[in-house]
């Protein structure tokens, strides 16, 4: 039988650069057998390199094509808000056809808030008094609030306060109700993990009044002794808290069943109608809204606020606050502005995925992760990291004297230092760009203007003035000298910024920024520039 290359042979002669390449004359078996074994690592060799070329190509592809960004910090941080104003700014007709959606949630908002101002206004429990036998508890007939006072008990408002408390007990208790109802309408049904609230299990006043002078968290820190303070944040109950594969956006979008057969408004492309329909939570709202003992007398009421002082519950900072607005937000059409929805509180489980392209940056993909902060759900976050080309990490520096929702031993500010830290030292991220949020920024001015001095919770500080700048640049350094110390890429830069992410003037200005070191960083990373 003829050999192969006695078969290429005559085909090829004529072909002078195939000829160069054919096999010597006279080759022996074993010169044709290395040579053979060359060609075929020359072969696998070639197919390598394609292959290379490919995923470079498609990586390079992806870069220009594809921006992917992680928003990370801790719960009640400001990530899904952040989330929320990368939309106003660049999906502006998709997030106004969403406002209606939130209606639901701002009220559940609402009556969260209402709920942990009755739930401070109940006398302290045997918990807190544990000489105290339960059997001398009288429960009042409010079946959710047991208003029974208990004279002589440290803490304890007088009889009269007592009586007064819970006369708003009395009228607000339909509230009670409305937020259970909401509550399952929109969690999904075969969720676990979505947050149900059952009235019977509500403990009252829960956790016991921080003693001033009690100092340690046991939370092993060098520079901080903090008090055991109530976290504002926190209530005896769960929050609403939403996976991204729930449908509540739909299930709201339309209302109640009036709204279903409704017309949309011309303006807004809204579902109008929603108050004819005689289940929709709008009309307990408003009416427990005014008058007497109702939710506008409840929060105004300087009784009620130097109980709530006395108790150390700050409603003004808790997340999702519409105190001030019960009015507005309880009228029958009220319509949820932009501002209304970026203060809107709903809790993230999971990772949420949202993207869009930019305008004049040739299609360029944008793809904003929003992911849940808190512990149990900083699990899910790794998986991003090999893959992600910028992280925003947001550090609400406003919560130096508070305490996670989810464990109350441990101080908010040193969990974000803790997680700045770790997140600063991380090998797989030597190569992303990272944006630091030092959030609430709003929240800080107030909290230091109304005295609160960080010292008192942060030795380290020590002597410094309890002012904003200074406090707001010392939070800069800190943050910013543990990305110095800890960072695996000495090249990285940090670019930070102090934020109030609710505020739209001021967060369209920096994300403009962010968009652009995020652009100018990818780019430069793909060789495109
Ligand atoms: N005043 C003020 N409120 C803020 C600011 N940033 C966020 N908030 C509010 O704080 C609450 C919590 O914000 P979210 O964006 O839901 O927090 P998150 O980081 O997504 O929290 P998780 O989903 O639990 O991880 C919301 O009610 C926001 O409106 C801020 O800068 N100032
Ligand atoms: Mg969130």
């Not at 508890?137 to 819970?166: I, K, L, V, W």
């Not at 303006?267 to 408003?286: A, F, Q, S, Y």
């Not at 943050?479 to 830069?493: I, V, W």
Request: with cysteine; net charge positive.
């Amino acid at each position: 039988m003829p050999s192969k290359s006695a078969v290429l042979r005559p085909r090829s002669s004529s072909d002078p650069f195939t000829a160069a390449l054919l096999p010597p004359p006279n080759e022996t078996p074993e010169q044709r057998e290395r040579r053979l074994q060359e060609e075929y690592e020359a072969i696998q060799r070639s197919n390598d390199i394609d292959e290379q070329l490919k995923r470079d190509g498609m990586a390079l592809r992806k870069h220009k094509e594809c921006v992917k960004v992680l928003l990370l910090g801790q719960s009640e941080s400001g990530k899904s808000t952040t989330l929320k104003q990368f939309q106003l700014l660049h999906t502006p007709a998709a997030f106004h056809a969403e406002r209606i959606a939130w209606r639901s949630v701002i009220y559940l908002n609402l009556l969260r808030s209402i709920r942990r101002i009755l739930e401070a206004l109940l006398p302290p429990t045997t918990d807190d008094n544990p000489d105290e036998s339960m059997s001398s508890a009288t429960s009042s007939s409010n079946s959710q609030f047991h208003y029974a006072n208990r004279p002589g008990t440290p803490n304890a408002f007088s009889d009269a306060a007592q009586r007064h408390f819970e006369r708003y007990a009395a009228r607000l208790a339909p509230l009670v109700a409305l937020e259970t109802r909401l509550m399952r309408q929109l969690a999904c049904p075969d969720d676990e993990e979505a947050t149900h609230l059952d009235p019977a299990l509500l403990p009252p006043y829960a956790t016991p009044t921080p003693d001033p002078n009690s100092y340690g968290n046991g939370y092993g820190s060098s520079h901080h002794t903090l008090p055991r303070a109530r976290s504002v944040g926190a209530s005896t109950s769960k929050e609403l808290a939403l996976r991204p594969t729930s449908k509540w956006k739909q299930t709201f979008a339309i209302g109640g069943r009036i709204a279903v057969s409704g017309t949309k408004s011309e303006h807004t492309g809204e579902i109008r109608g929603w108050w004819e329909d005689p289940d929709d939570p709008v009309h307990v709202l408003h009416a427990c809204a005014d008058g007497e003992y109702g939710m506008v007398a409840l929060w105004r009421d300087s009784e009620v606020r130097s109980a709530l002082a006395r108790r150390r519950v700050r409603m003004e900072e808790s997340s999702g606050f519409y105190l001030d607005e019960i009015e507005r937000i309880t009228a029958k059409r009220y319509i949820p502005t932009d501002g209304d929805v970026l203060r809107a509180r709903l809790k993230t489980l999971g990772v949420i995925e949202h993207t869009f392209t930019l305008k004049g940056h040739n299609g360029i993909e944008w793809k904003i992760y929003d992911v849940g902060g808190a512990r149990n759900q900083r699990q899910t976050w790794a998986p991003y990291f090999d893959d992600v080309n910028a992280i925003i990490f947001l550090a609400p520096i406003s919560a130096f004297d508070q305490v996670l929702a989810e464990d109350a031993r441990v101080n908010r500010l040193e969990d974000s230092l803790l997680l700045w830290r770790s997140l600063a030292a991380n090998k797989l991220l030597a190569n992303v760009n990272i944006i630091l949020f030092l959030n609430k920024c709003d929240l800080l001015r107030a909290k230091l203007n109304a005295g609160v001095l960080l010292r008192d919770h942060m030795i380290s500080y020590g002597d410094r003035p309890n002012d904003y700048d200074s406090v707001s640049k010392y939070f800069r350094n800190k943050f910013g000298a543990l990305h110095q110390s800890h960072r695996p890429n000495k090249e990285r830069e940090l670019y930070i910024h102090l934020t109030s992410v609710t505020d739209t003037r001021n967060t369209s200005k920096i994300i403009a920024d962010v968009r652009d070191i995020i652009l100018k960083a990818n780019l430069k990373g793909s060789r495109l520039i």
